[in-house]
């Protein structure tokens, strides 16, 4: 139940999910440019894993200064891996 996507390199980020049947949403992110974009990396990173359904994650991105489309593409994927990787087991 864990989904990965994106690459450490710049102007991208990297998005682990591990999906969980209960418990809170948390997010972790590491960025050099957290102080000034963190909030709303985080608000973005919240409404995309609403706007997908999920309620009960552990979430971490590693960002290498990328765009919100970036990051928002990175979650849905990681998401749809940790799903697929759910559904096989």
Do not use: P
Request: net charge positive; with cysteine; aromatic share 4%.
């Amino acid at each position: 139940m864990i989904g990965e996507a994106g690459y450490e390199q710049s102007q991208d980020c990297k998005v682990t999910v591990k999906l969980k049947k209960r418990g809170k949403l948390k997010i972790v992110l590491n960025s050099k440019m957290e102080k000034m974009f963190g909030d709303q990396i985080i608000q973005k990173a919240q409404e995309e894993l609403a706007h997908l359904g999920v309620k009960h994650a552990d979430v971490t991105i590693d960002d290498f200064s990328s765009l919100d489309f970036v990051i928002q593409a990175r979650i849905r994927t990681a998401v749809r891996r940790a799903r697929s990787s759910e559904e096989d087991v």
